[in-house]
C-alpha cells in the first residue's frame, strides 16, 4: 500500500507538470484547457488500474533440443514483509478507505440536499429558457445527463443585457461537458482525497472551466 500511494503521488505530479505546459500552450492558441487536467487527473488511476491487469509473468523454463534435458530455473524465495510494514500498509488501506468514504457520503448528501431544495424553488422561463429560481442558490447549472440552470432571488434585479449575459454564460457550461467533466473529477478526488496533487489538479480543472 505504501508503494501504491507513493506510486500515486508520483504519476500526480507528472500530471500536473504536464498540463501546466500543456495548457499554457492551449491558452495562446485559444483551445480550452479543462480536458487537459480532466487527463492529468485520470493518469494516476488508468495507470494503476493497466498495471492491475497486466498477467503475472509465468516461471521460466529453457527447453534443449530434442535429446537434452528440460531446465527450469530454481525459484527464488522472498522473505515475508516485517510485521512493522505490514501493520502500516493495513493503516493507511484503512485511512483511505474511511476517507473517500466520507467524502462520497457529503458529495451524496449534497446532492440529496439540493434535490429536496429544489422542490421548493420555482421554475420559471426566461429568455425561452427554463430556469429554476431559488432564494440563495445559484447561479449554477446542476444535472448530469439532464443539466438545469437554478438563478438566485437577485436575479430578477438585473437589467436585462446582465440577465442574458449570465444565462449565455450558464449555458456554455451546458455545451462545453461541464456537467458531465466536473462529476467525473468529484469522483477521482473521493478515489484519493489524501492527495493534494489530485486537489491541485481539481483547483486548476474548475479555473478551466470557469
Do not use: K
Amino acid at each position: 500500500m505504501t508503494t501504491t500511494v507513493t506510486y500515486l503521488l508520483v504519476v500526480s505530479t507528472i500530471g500536473a507538470v504536464a498540463a501546466w505546459i500543456a495548457e499554457a500552450g492551449l491558452r495562446r492558441a485559444g483551445v480550452s484547457t479543462r480536458w487537459v487536467w480532466l487527463a492529468a487527473m485520470l493518469l494516476g488511476p488508468v495507470l494503476l488500474a493497466a498495471g492491475a491487469l497486466v498477467p503475472e509473468a509465468s516461471p521460466v523454463r529453457i527447453v534443449g533440443g530434442a535429446v537434452g534435458p528440460v531446465i527450469e530455473l530454481p525459484a527464488f524465495e522472498v522473505a515475508p514483509p516485517a510485521p512493522g510494514a505490514l501493520e502500516v500498509d493495513d493503516l493507511l488501506l484503512w485511512s483511505w478507505l474511511v476517507v473517500s468514504a466520507a467524502m462520497v457520503a457529503f458529495v451524496v448528501g449534497t446532492r440529496t440536499r439540493l434535490q429536496r431544495e429544489r422542490r421548493r424553488w420555482r421554475a420559471a422561463e426566461l429568455h425561452g429558457r427554463q430556469v429554476w429560481l431559488s432564494p440563495d442558490r445559484g447561479p449554477a447549472v446542476a444535472g448530469v445527463l439532464r443539466p438545469w440552470i437554478v438563478l438566485p432571488g437577485w436575479f430578477e434585479e438585473l437589467t436585462e443585457s446582465q440577465r442574458a449575459l449570465v444565462l449565455l454564460h450558464e449555458e456554455e457550461h451546458v455545451r462545453g461537458g461541464d456537467t458531465l467533466l466536473l462529476p467525473v473529477a468529484l469522483a477521482l478526488v473521493c478515489f484519493t482525497p489524501w492527495n493534494p496533487i489530485t486537489w491541485l489538479h481539481f483547483r486548476r480543472l474548475r479555473a478551466a472551466v470557469e
